[in-house]
């Protein structure tokens, strides 16, 4: 039975999540944690950091991680194809109509009418995460006691150097890594 969630689960989160990893965290998020509360919020940014630092895509990760999690080896390759099966058929099917309709303006519509929901999606995502770094599990709040001022420095940090510098982001994620790890094991 459990099996058989996971696989339509992610089947879900596969057949719905429209503009690549980070559009899907809503989703897996609304699955996971709130739905069928395999996670909590804390155990769900966790796997994202995860998902993000492994090689792969963060949906496909995100199902394998919480596969194993919830029903070991079974749960993750169950939950891996619930994730990636309605993405086969739907790109097999979207591509054959593509080349076929291509011209079409209707077909080129539809693809215009899908970015601000793309944005809205990571955007959405990413404000999740950002409200958890600095408020915590508890979530907004306008007491300025309860803010992560950690949180807070290191986000402003990496932004300040990201736009700046334009660094691979992969080493500003390791060195906000490092340099949080070690204020935490100091206080």
Known sequence: MILLKLFWSFFQIGMFSIGGGMAAMPLIQNQVVNLHHWLTLTEFTDLITIAEMTPGPIAINSATFVGIRIAGIPGAIVATIGCIFPSCVIVSLLAWIYFKFKELTVVQ?????LRPTIVALIASAGLSIFILAVWGE??????????NLVSVLLFT???FILRKWKPNPIYVMLGSGIIGGAI????
């Open 138 to 147: 508890d979530g907004f709040s306008t007491n300025p006691l309860t803010i």
């Open 109 to 113: 519509g539809i693809l215009s009418g």
């Open 157 to 159: 940090v990496a932004i």
């Open 184 to 187: 935490y094991l100091l206080i």
